[in-house]
């Protein structure tokens, strides 16, 4: 945990420091209102980041290429049956989250009793997803908007803090607690760092392994849900855009590739840094080519640093 | 153990035999002259990327940055001559040192810096892909016409797009007889019992690395000798088209299995079911869909196939 404490803390304060950097580049950027837009777009990225957290946790190199798809399809189911009202809110979000943890136990069926490796069977499962929801738009021309609530989720703030950032606490909190307090969050954990040591011992490592991917379909198909509040409308490729890099934040963040390291603290930090180096960098006069550079090579950099974290400790 | 390496490639075969007998039921002037070669011309690209992610998956890596990696390189063809007022000789020669120099980048990275390749392979993309966009912000741009020709002769009755593709498959068949292509295997299979059997693995996979962006140049000359113009975002398909072939030819993800052959007969098999989406009529909004079924189908048989003959 100290460890973990410590990769957060070098992360967050990165940002910090990238903020200030970024007040001297376009001031303005430690504004009140930068900084609430930052997390925002952090909370979205930290909870795409989140399913990977789980899904890395429990090792046999697990990576879910389909949060993305899942995404897109809680956005785009969700603002079709919620019809621009607030009506059915629950009850869709309900459906929604099921729906998504429904299509993670597939893959996680495939991953865990066919033996299909996660990169391959997310992937397929995400074409499959995507391939549907195409069909979907094109015969049903659903409603796109999103509801009076969603929009306030996403766009307003209690007490200054923003709404979908207070829900992106409490959702991490859940998840740490989860993860480190209850016998299932071990269990996990034990498969990852060891899996046969973990079967030896009792855990039923297959329901270990479809669960996590459960998890990560139900908060994948709920962000897309959310997110849609954020846009203002869904549209097809709505998650896309998370896929890779809730991957790197979630390794930059501290999880092991490897399984069984790694704590969501780190995670959650990464995702405010890399959001910031991103807005940082569009901020900055140099056109796309040198920010997809920059953008580059600074995450050679942290792999590197995250690297020698990882030595010291 | 060539029983077993055949046993991995027959899931696919099987399955570009029944797509190709689909694809000529649909369409029987399929096997015509002009029109097999008209297909092996739009396949090449998608055979020679996804023989190129065979080699880095067979060492036990993936590369993310193939995709980005053809778009810099189609930029760099249809920019250099009016930057450099370059002939068709010395672009091509030029664009083959910035193939090998991201493959080195890429193999340095993995092998030496020890960096896990799904992730630092998508950072050398984005920098690949602002290399392109630096090259040419705009589609556009012009690629000397000599290269399309080129690329639709044939020579001795033998399209020039087909001859890409067994010199894909020749130099992998030499290869495997080298040592350094059974280094390659023995490094993705175990790579702790490979240092022990005194095999340099970093110096391999940086080798491993170099190779395989040799396929990547050359399939990104395929495509832009059919574009003959540059466009930043030409190549991204790819990559996931490239991971998909290797998997469905049976390649190990976990390294040190299968062979490039498959991941050709898959690449093939891939564009032949587009085909067939398209042949059967089938209205376009299907087909995104009926793909991710029909990878999910080969899928299965590769799995289930695969573990059979091995177990």
């Not at chain 1, 992106?168 to 969050?185: K, R």
């Not at chain 2, 002939?87 to 890429?106: R, S």
Request: charged share 5%; net charge positive; hydrophobic share 55%.
């Amino acid at each position: 945990m100290s460890a973990a404490l410590r990769t957060g803390g070098v992360l967050l304060a990165l940002s910090v420091i990238l903020m200030v950097l970024g007040n001297f580049v376009t001031p303005g950027f430690l504004s009140f209102t930068q900084v609430s837009t930052q997390l925002k777009i952090s909370a979205f990225l930290g909870l795409f980041a989140l399913c990977q957290t789980f899904v890395l946790l429990a090792g046999g190199e697990g990576v879910d290429l389909s949060v993305g798809a899942i995404g897109s399809l809680g956005g785009i189911v969700g603002a079709a049956l919620l019809q621009g009202k607030d009506s059915a809110l629950l009850a869709v979000a309900a459906l929604m989250g099921t729906a998504g943890a429904a299509v993670g136990t597939i893959s996680g069926l495939g991953v865990a009793l066919l033996g299909v490796p996660p990169l391959v069977m997310t992937l397929a499962i995400a074409s499959i997803v995507n391939g549907g929801l195409i069909i979907f738009e094109s015969i049903a021309q659903p409603p796109i908007a999103a509801s009076p609530f969603l929009a306030q989720l996403a766009g307003r703030a209690t007490w200054g803090a923003p709404n979908i950032v207070l829900l992106w606490i409490v959702v991490g909190l859940a998840a740490l607690w989860f993860l480190s307090a209850t016998a299932w969050g071990r269990k996990i954990r034990s498969t990852g760092a060891n899996a046969r040591v973990a079967l030896l011992s009792g855990t039923h490592i297959t329901l270990v392994k479809v669960s996590v991917y459960a998890i990560s379909g139900l908060v994948a198909a709920l962000s897309g849900f959310c997110l849609i509040g954020y846009v203002g409308a869904a549209f097809l490729g709505l998650g896309d855009a998370y896929v890779l890099p809730s991957i790197v934040v979630a390794v930059i963040g501290g999880m092991s590739l490897a399984g069984g390291r790694g704590s969501y603290v780190g995670v959650a930090a990464a995702a405010i840094l890399i959001t910031v180096l991103t807005s940082l960098l569009a901020t900055i006069q140099i056109g796309e080519a040198g920010r997809q550079i920059i953008f580059g090579c600074i995450l050679i950099g942290f792999l590197l640093l995250n690297r020698r974290l990882e030595r010291a400790a | 153990m060539r029983s077993l390496r055949h046993a991995r490639i027959l899931p696919s075969l099987g399955m570009l035999v029944v797509v190709f007998a689909m694809n000529v039921a649909l369409q029987p002037d399929l096997i015509t002259r002009a029109s097999l070669s008209s297909n092996v011309a739009t396949f090449a690209p998608t055979v020679l990327v996804s023989a190129a992610q065979a080699i880095i998956v067979l060492m036990g890596e993936l590369d993310l940055s193939v995709g980005a990696g053809v778009s810099m390189l189609n930029c760099a063809l249809s920019t250099l001559p009016e930057l450099a007022g370059w002939g068709l000789v010395p672009t091509l020669a030029a664009t083959f040192g910035i193939a090998l120099a991201a493959g080195a980048t890429n193999g340095a990275l993995v092998a030496y810096l020890g960096l896990p390749s799904l992730i630092v392979t998508f950072a050398t993309s984005a920098i690949w892909f602002g290399v392109a966009l630096a090259f040419r912000p705009q589609p556009g741009g012009s690629i000397d016409p000599a290269l399309n020709e080129l690329y639709a002769a044939s020579i001795a009755g033998v399209p020039i797009a087909l001859i890409l593709i067994l010199i894909a498959i020749g130099l992998w068949s030499i290869l495997q007889r080298h040592p350094l292509g059974r280094q390659l295997l023995a490094v993705g299979g175990n790579p702790t019992a490979a240092f022990h059997a005194g095999i340099d693995v970093r110096w391999v996979k940086f080798r491993g690395h170099c190779i395989a962006w040799c396929f990547v140049y050359l399939g990104s000359l395929a495509i832009s000798a059919q574009t003959l113009s540059g466009d930043s975002r030409l190549g991204l398909p790819y990559t996931l088209t490239s991971v998909a072939a290797v998997v469905i030819g049976g390649i190990s993800l976990a390294g040190g299995r299968g062979s490039v052959w498959g991941a050709a007969f898959g690449a093939i098999a891939l564009g032949l079911v587009a085909n067939v989406i398209y042949f059967a009529g089938i209205p376009s909004i299907y087909q995104e869909f009926f793909k991710g079924i029909v990878i999910c189908i080969a899928l299965s048989f590769t799995f289930i196939l695969g573990r059979r003959t091995i177990e």
